[in-house]
């Protein structure tokens, strides 16, 4: 039996190592790749012993690749060229060339990896970009399945709906049959244009009131919602307050959400920059008759302030054990964590891509 050796491309602030060591505590990342100097800092900060490459992925040869020794790839390639408000250049924008170089060299490796996970926005499954990456993978013999999921659906109160692709030289044997009880009592999985389907309806029930579901994904709301007051840090400093020239510009638009809510908005890298789609923001004091009409709300009736990026990983799922180096700004935490992934999520779909395997998984 083999231990899992990670590969670890566009390896950010190490989201993925950390959702590997969640679910496989043996597991060893034998080296992370990221272009960026200031994430890799964080990333080396968090995991002194791992060889942290700051480059370009498009630099990397079939040879130095090899060398790594490794037999799984976890990677979230730029989701830029894939965004549904972005323009959508997918395989012609130049932040997908690391990526299309990384296809290119897969099939010519020594010994290909036995796993891999990929990340990245929803949007990704219908791109150009997909269709090499199944190409690619269909080539090199591996055997896929595909999901769309969101920490909510694991009943962490936060949306973060990405696209995952979990390919493996064996067969996905717990993934394949839909009949099979264990499928639904293992993967609390789910899409949220998919609420109407509970795990008690059948395939066939399903595709009835799904025509548009993707065969490859599967449906199920069980999971225990938590609060966001679990996820909450104590004594925040005040210059956390939304400040109140942002509330009265921009209450009407904001995402605002009390501590006994279970559900927040997904936080991206400029989360507190603009007050819109960025993420949510904590209700401290609230009128009497708050609702969720946000036409309806005046400025002067709330009192509001930011998550922390402390309280912002906690949602994402990042352990206690990760921090940021003291020289970080409060700017670059929430845009680092913003281009990052959910943590439990990422473990769940390892365990998943484990299953069945050869190789030791804790
Ligand atoms: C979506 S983020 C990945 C985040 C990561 N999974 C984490 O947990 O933080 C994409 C990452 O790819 C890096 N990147 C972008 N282009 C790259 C390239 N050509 N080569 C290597 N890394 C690149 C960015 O610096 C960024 O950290």
Not at 14 to 23: I, K, P, T, V, W
Not at 56 to 83: A, H, R, W, Y
Not at 191 to 211: F, H, S, V
Not at 330 to 344: D, F, T
């Amino acid at each position: 039996m083999d231990d899992i050796r990670a590969l670890e491309l566009y390896s950010g602030i190490g989201g993925m190592h950390f959702a590997l060591r969640d679910c496989c505590p043996a597991a060893k990342v034998v080296a992370a790749v990221d272009i960026n100097d200031h994430v890799t800092q964080v990333y080396a900060h968090n995991f002194p012993n791992v060889k942290v490459k700051n480059k370009g992925i498009e630099g990397i040869s079939v040879k130095e690749l090899d060398n790594f020794g490794f037999n799984m790839v976890l990677m979230s390639p730029p989701c830029q060229p894939f965004t549904r408000i972005g323009l959508q250049k997918d395989i012609n924008d130049k932040r997908t060339k690391s990526f299309m170089h990384f296809l290119s060299i897969l099939p010519k490796l020594q010994k290909g990896p036995e796993y891999l996970l990929l990340e990245n926005v929803k949007g990704f499954e219908k791109s150009m970009a997909h269709e090499e990456l199944c190409k690619t993978l269909d080539v090199c013999g591996y055997h896929k399945t595909e999901f769309l999921l969101s920490p909510k659906h694991l009943g962490i109160p936060n949306s973060r709906l990405r696209y995952f692709m979990l390919a493996k030289k064996s067969k996905f044997h717990h993934l394949v049959s839909r009949n099979d009880e264990e499928l639904w009592t293992t993967l609390p999985l789910s899409l949220t244009d998919k609420q109407n389907c509970n795990r008690e309806d059948t395939e066939e029930a399903i595709k009835a009131k799904c025509p548009k579901m993707d065969d490859q994904v599967r449906v199920q709301e069980t999971c225990i919602s938590h609060p966001i007051s679990e996820f909450l840090e104590k004594d925040v400093p005040e210059d956390y307050k939304v400040p109140d020239k942002v509330k009265s510009r921009y209450i009407n638009v904001m995402d605002i959400v009390p501590q006994e809510s279970k559900i927040s908005t997904c936080f991206t890298k400029s989360y507190t920059q603009y007050a819109e789609g960025t993420g949510s923001a904590l209700i401290l004091k609230a009128p009497p008759n708050h609702s969720e009409n946000k036409s309806a709300r005046n400025a002067n009736d709330y009192d509001l302030r930011y998550f922390t990026p402390r309280e912002v990983a906690n949602l994402m799922c990042f352990p206690d054990s990760f921090t940021f180096p003291d020289f970080v700004t409060r700017k670059q935490r929430y845009r680092m964590l913003g281009n990052s992934l959910n943590v439990k999520v990422v473990s769940y779909l390892i365990s998943l891509l484990l299953l069945d395997g050869d190789m030791k998984s804790s």
